[in-house]
C-alpha cells in the first residue's frame, strides 16, 4: 500500500510517522498506553505488536535502550524502520517481523507494552482501524493477548513490568482474569478511559448489540449513547 507521512502527538513528542491503509496507524489507545507506560532510564523494552513503532520510539526517546518493537504484520515492521529511522532513535530500536515473542525468544526486558491485537473479530472489520491484512483478536478479541499472556513472564526480568490494555470491545473480563491466573496479585489497574462510539459503530448497532448478548463485547448504552471502556493495566514480577 502507498504510504503518507502524518503528524501524532504522542507521550510528549510530535513524531512524523509513515502510516498506510494498510496497517494498523496509531490511535487514541496509543496515546493513552505512551502516557500511562514509566521508563526507567537504560530499561530494556520490547514493544509488542508496534505497528509503526510509535510505542518504541517513545521509550527510546524517554531513555530506554535497547528497544525491541515486533509486529506480524511485514508492511508495519517496514513503515516502523522508517520511522524509527527519522526520529533518530535506530541506534537504539530493533523493529522485528513475526508472532509475538518468537523474534525475541532468547530475550529478557525489564518492560514490555504489549498492544497486540486485543478486538473481537466482527468488531474491528467494522471499525476503522482494522484493515483486512491485520489480525485480529479472534472470536471474544482474547486469542492473542491470552497467549501473550502465557509467555509474557518468561521474558521478563525480576521486577520486570508488563503494560497492557483492554478494551470492552472484545470479552475483557477473561483477559484480566487470565492475567491474575497468570500474575496473581501481581497485577494493578491504572487507569479506565470511556468513549462514544465511532460512526462505523453506530451503523453496525444492531450487530453489536447481537454480540453484546453474547458475552463477546460490552458496551454501556445510554438513550442514544453508546459507551466502550478502554483499561490499561500493569502486571509485575517478584
Ligand atoms: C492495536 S494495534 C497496535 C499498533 C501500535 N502499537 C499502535 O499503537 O499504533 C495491534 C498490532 O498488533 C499486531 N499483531 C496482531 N497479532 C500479532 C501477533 N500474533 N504477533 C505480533 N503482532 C501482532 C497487529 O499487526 C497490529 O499492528
Not at 505512551?34 to 509488542?48: N, R, S
Request: charged content about 25%.
Amino acid at each position: 500500500m502507498p504510504s503518507r507521512t502524518e503528524r501524532y502527538s504522542i507521550g510528549g513528542y510530535d513524531l512524523d510517522l509513515s502510516v498506510s491503509s494498510g496497517v494498523f496507524n496509531p490511535t487514541t489507545t496509543t496515546q493513552r498506553l505512551a502516557d500511562e507506560v514509566k521508563i526507567p532510564a537504560g530499561a530494556t523494552v520490547l514493544d509488542l505488536g508496534c505497528g509503526v513503532g510509535p510505542l518504541a520510539i517513545v521509550s527510546a526517546l524517554r531513555g530506554a535502550n535497547p528497544v525491541f518493537a515486533v509486529d506480524i504484520v511485514p508492511e508495519a515492521i517496514e513503515l516502523a524502520k522508517e520511522n524509527i529511522k527519522r526520529a533518530g532513535v535506530a541506534d537504539k530500536v530493533t523493529a522485528l517481523c513475526g508472532d509475538l515473542f518468537e523474534p525475541v525468544k532468547d530475550k529478557k526486558f525489564d518492560l514490555i507494552v504489549n498492544d497486540v491485537s486485543g478486538i473481537a473479530d466482527r468488531v474491528a472489520r467494522l471499525s476503522p482501524w482494522y484493515p483486512d491484512a491485520v489480525p485480529t483478536g479472534g472470536n471474544d478479541g482474547t486469542d492473542v493477548v491470552l497467549r501473550m499472556l502465557e509467555t509474557s513472564p518468561k521474558h521478563l526480568k525480576p521486577n520486570g513490568a508488563l503494560y497492557f490494555a483492554t478494551s470492552t470491545l472484545s470479552d475483557a473480563a477473561k483477559i484480566v482474569r487470565h492475567a491474575q491466573k497468570v500474575f496473581k496479585d501481581r497485577v494493578e489497574q491504572l487507569s479506565s478511559y470511556r468513549f462514544p462510539f465511532c460512526p462505523e459503530f453506530m451503523q453496525a448497532i444492531n450487530e453489536l448489540r447481537t454480540l453484546r448478548d453474547e458475552g463477546k463485547v460490552t458496551f454501556e448504552e445510554r438513550r442514544s449513547r453508546y459507551i466502550w471502556t478502554l483499561d490499561l493495566y500493569r502486571a509485575t514480577t517478584a
